[in-house]
């Protein structure tokens, strides 16, 4: 027995320990002691270790050979190469194999554990393997361990193992990716092949990260297990959430593990996961579900009939208003002047814009000689209930006075407008000669018609209307309205056709007309005789059909808004696509088709990869679970999907839109010459912009500007890393190219939005069928970016709409009726107290307006603030604002400001910097207004990039976590 048998622990705490076991722990600290003085030696810093290949300041990779005996798989060499992963933003998995490296570890057995640095060479000497891997460990989680840990990644699916944005998949952005992972293998299948591809699969997943976990064996607490195993069956199964399985044969897991660890998701140049985005892009068939057809006499057979209704009358005059085309109108006057006589003097004018019309067909040909000065005084506009703006007669002159310089050479500045509430006329002119002579050349009273606006109790509009109208002795005699034919469809649609639709969508399902809309498309197809005429001043032009166009659209959304508030409190935003095809035929007697295409609103079953199946140094067949339907798919040898290469620039796929077209996305950054690349890290490193183009799809400068922005992006990669989405709705596009084809300069706003009139970015960062909704929160978190550029467009002619109240749409809280400028910018601002976000983007606008400065786009500026002040501002600046942002408006309040929550810097404030809005006047322009808008976005775009470049990098890295501060502080 023992002496020390009788002897119990002073404290149960405390335990004697036998010879043996001390000697085992005076070994552990030996090797602690050796850990301790191999940090003097080794240091993740070694010159040459890491390196910086393409001369940016940057860490893109590491040179070094791992010479690996055989017979060794000390798990601490795991550890080692998910740190080494952790300190570069690029990485080849060439750990193993002789590439010229730089610097080499070797490893020898001897008679203490340790670690020394000589000559490009890191030597391990280890007394065992357990040592060894103790040593190896110690080196990996040199420097300070990552104390906060951010949001780790998950894997629900096997195809979230190689995700768009790294290893595993998460739920939100974030600049920081921590890697929680735990690697097993059993004994029975180790071997060198498989221990080397295990250290290749962690070093890759310490590439996308920014603060690890250690150590990644033997710690069956993390959040995600990789298991390899043993099995006949060579496949990757997801045995439950964030628990992967590797099983096959000795000789089978090594290959097994190579492809896998060599995967690209479909949105890196590979292929990783398309099998799931295959199934989700289902083949979808038109179904017409509703549809109407209207057709009526025309309004020119309704004057015809007023007219002989009145053959046995005699007048000095008679004015008939029609909307028709002065060729139309022209015939028709002298045809009715012939036919009666006893009419005296008959004159057809214009029953759109009558006012401007009447100005340049009947006033300005019989304007006296040596005018200098032409005034016009405008009743001001206050009918009952009525959605017209107070200075709606001025509107309706638009662009008189440019006309005036046109034709008669009086400056535009010389033709002043008055608002007079009583005056007797809707208008009067007065010309000023240069004696100061005031002479009186006309006044017109303007026949309107009184409709309801939309359902809403109390809420009229006055359009212009047709009309047929007598005198006698220079009084009215009679005065007969005549509907025009848009007027009697315009009707027909909104009394007849919409409240019968609703009636028919009153069984919608729940989420329908807010993410999902009640139908696919409706189609509207319009034939009428109407004004349709490019004026030759600027980008205006009269057209009573776009005016139609436009009411339809946004009309019958306002429809659905206040249908959805009164059916859920809430208006329904996204009833389906809406898109008038309007044809204009002179003489034609009016006529419409309405063709409604089925929705499909089955709800996508939730899919998840759960096996991948090996054979034949490949992956074969995926089995997937689409719901509770089990899918089992054969997996095409393919290679990558398409993507383009240039000096500055690769172009990745970013999604696929509704209708399966491509969505490209163009990532500018200094290449880097290895395998695989970490957006996220290099974000770390370097300010990262994102710009999104061709979100609306009539706004179409902003896909040309950052094509042409691109030319010159190179000389910013070195400093910083520039994210494109070229065009982000390309089904959009298609609808627009489709609608260019008969009228190529009208504004299309039925095209702004996605195939079914959603506007997308409300669905993002939610589970949606609209995949052009999930490529901009796919990049945030791929990049994490600092700053976002939105790319817009405004109309560039003036628009209008009779059935609204004549103005842009009441939907929106300021007017649109003409451009306010060339080029504009919107800032979207936290509401955080604090002045970072403020400070950054007056900045910005500084750099913008410095670009901007001297060019034709500040002179462009200058004019159209000036139009946008004389027929808006001056009158109503609360409708018609201007904030001055230097040679460019840029609007900071928030009723000019989009804050819905999807927007970048309302989500995510503690770490976007910046998240602004440029506006060109391009819906939709040609030629030459086509090329300065996209000279105005480039300069846009670049004054961006000039103001966050030089900006300093202010990192917080230690050891194991590497961040940076967020939100970067741009100064001027």
């Known amino acids: 027995m023992s002496t020390f048998s009788h002897f119990k622990p002073i404290s149960p705490h405390l335990q004697f320990i036998s010879l043996e076991d001390w000697s085992k722990l005076e070994r552990k600290r030996m090797v602690m002691k050796e850990v301790h003085r191999m940090k003097r030696h080794f240091s993740w810093t070694l010159e040459g270790l890491l390196v910086d290949k393409n001369e940016d300041g940057v860490i893109d990779g590491l040179s070094l050979f791992i010479d690996l005996p055989a017979e060794l798989m000390p798990p601490g060499l795991i550890d080692f190469m998910a ?201 979808r068939q038109d179904e017409v579900w509703y549809d109407k057809a209207w057709e009526d006499i025309s309004e020119v057979e309704l004057a015809q009939q007023g007219l002989a209704d009145m053959e046995g009358q005699t007048f000095d005059a008679v004015n008939v208003y029609l909307s028709e085309p002065l060729q139309v109108r022209t015939t028709l006057m002298n045809e009715w002047q012939k036919r009666y006589p006893q009419f005296g003097r008959i004159t057809v004018r214009s029953a759109f814009k009558p006012a401007f019309h009447w100005f340049r067909e009947e006033l300005l040909p019989n304007l006296p000689d040596g005018v200098q000065e032409i005034r016009i005084a405008a009743r001001e506009e206050n009918s009952a209930g009525g959605m017209e703006l107070p200075i709606r007669w001025i509107q309706e002159l638009y662009p008189i006075d440019a006309l005036v310089e046109k034709e008669v050479g009086i400056p535009k500045d010389q033709v002043v407008f008055s608002l007079l509430k009583d005056l007797p006329h809707t208008y009067e002119v007065e010309a000023i000669l240069e004696d100061g002579t005031v002479l009186q050349i006309g006044s017109l009273e303007v026949p309107v018609t009184r409709l309801p606006y939309l359902q809403q109790a109390g809420r009229f509009v006055y359009p212009t209307t047709g009309a047929v109208q007598a005198y006698s002795s220079g009084i009215l005699a009679e005065d007969r309205l005549v509907p025009t034919d848009r007027e009697r469809f315009y009707s027909f649609y909104m009394e007849e056709f919409v409240p019968d639709l609703i009636g028919k969508l009153a069984g919608y399902k729940k989420g329908q007309g807010h993410d999902r809309p009640f139908f696919d498309r409706m189609e509207i197809r319009v034939t009428m005789s109407e004004e349709e005429e490019k004026l030759g001043i600027d980008e205006e032009r009269t057209s009573s059909m776009e005016a139609l166009y436009e009411d339809l659209y946004f009309n019958t959304l306002d429809v659905f808004a206040d249908w959805g508030i009164e059916m859920e409190g809430k208006p329904f935003d996204a009833p389906g696509g809406i898109h008038p095809f309007m044809e204009v035929e002179k003489g034609a007697s009016p006529k419409a088709s309405i063709k409604l295409y089925k929705w499909n609103d089955e709800q996508p079953k939730p899919l998840k990869t759960v096996k991948l199946i090996f054979k034949k140094d490949r992956f074969t067949h995926v089995e997937m679970l689409k719901g509770s339907q089990h899918i089992h798919n054969e997996l095409e040898a393919a290679s990558a999907l398409p993507v383009t290469t240039t000096a500055s620039g690769t172009t990745v796929l970013g999604g696929y839109s509704f209708q399966g077209r491509p969505i490209p996305v163009t990532e500018h950054v200094l290449p880097s010459g290895e395998t695989f690349d970490a957006a996220l890290k290099l974000t770390l490193f370097k300010r990262t912009v994102l710009y999104e183009a061709g979100h609306h799809a009539n706004e179409i400068s902003s896909t040309p500007a950052v094509e042409r922005l691109a030319e010159d992006i190179q000389s910013y990669l070195k400093e910083m890393n520039v994210v494109v989405i070229p065009l982000a709705n390309p089904d959009g596009t298609a609808l627009l190219h489709k609608m260019t084809e008969t009228h190529p300069e009208w504004k299309h706003h039925a095209a702004r939005y996605n195939a079914v009139g959603l506007e997308f970015s409300q669905a993002r960062y939610k589970d949606t069928v609209f995949g052009e909704a999930n490529v901009m929160p796919h990049l945030m978190k791929k990049w994490a970016p600092d700053v976002i550029v939105d790319n817009h467009g405004i109309p560039g002619h003036e628009w209008v709409q009779p059935f609204a109240g004549y103005n842009s749409p009441p939907r929106f809280p300021v007017s649109y009726f003409l451009p306010s400028a060339k080029l504009y910018g919107i800032a979207r601002l936290p509401q955080t107290g604090d002045t970072l976000h403020t400070d950054n983007l007056e900045s910005i606008i500084r750099s913008i307006s410095g670009k901007v400065a001297g060019t034709i786009i500040a002179e462009e500026n200058r004019y159209w603030k000036e139009r946008f002040r004389k027929y808006g501002n001056d009158w109503l600046p609360e409708v018609f604002p201007i904030e001055e942002g230097g040679h460019l408006h840029f609007y900071r309040h928030q009723i000019v400001t989009p804050k819905h929550p999807t927007s970048a810097v309302l989500r995510y404030p503690e770490w976007i910097a910046a998240d602004i809005v440029s506006e060109a006047a391009d819906e939709v322009v040609q030629g030459v207004a086509l090329e300065r808008c996209i000279e105005g976005q480039r300069l846009f775009n670049e004054g961006v990039l000039d103001a966050v470049v030089k900006q300093p990098i202010r990192l917080d890295s230690t050891g194991l976590a590497k961040k940076r501060q967020r939100p970067l502080q741009i100064n001027s």
């Open 83 to 283: 740190r080494a992963g952790l300190e570069t933003t690029a990485l080849s998995l060439n750990f193993f194999e002789r590439a010229g490296q730089q610097w080499a570890m070797e490893f020898q057995q001897s008679d203490v554990t340790l670690c020394e640095v000589e000559d490009n060479r890191i030597s391990l000497f280890y007394r065992n393997p357990e040592e060894l891997s103790s040593l190896l460990s110690e080196m990996a989680a040199s420097g300070d361990p990552a104390v906060d840990h951010p949001e780790h990644a998950s894997i629900r699916s096997l195809a979230d193992i190689w995700s768009g944005s790294g290893f595993g998949e998460v739920e939100e952005a974030s600049p920081e990716r921590h890697l929680d992972l735990n690697i097993s293998w059993e004994d029975e299948i180790a071997s060198a092949q498989l221990f080397k591809e295990l250290g290749l699969f962690a070093a890759r997943c310490g590439l996308y990260s920014t603060s690890l976990g250690l150590p990644l064996t033997g710690n069956p607490h993390t959040a995600i297990q990789l298991t390899v195993k043993g099995g006949r069956d060579a496949s990757v199964q997801l045995r439950e959430e964030n628990h992967v399985e590797v099983i096959g044969s000795r000789t089978e897991l090594p290959a097994m593990l190579h492809v896998l660890t060599g995967q690209r998701h479909w949105t890196a140049n590979g292929t990783f996961g398309f099998w799931e985005q295959s199934e989700k892009m289902e083949e």
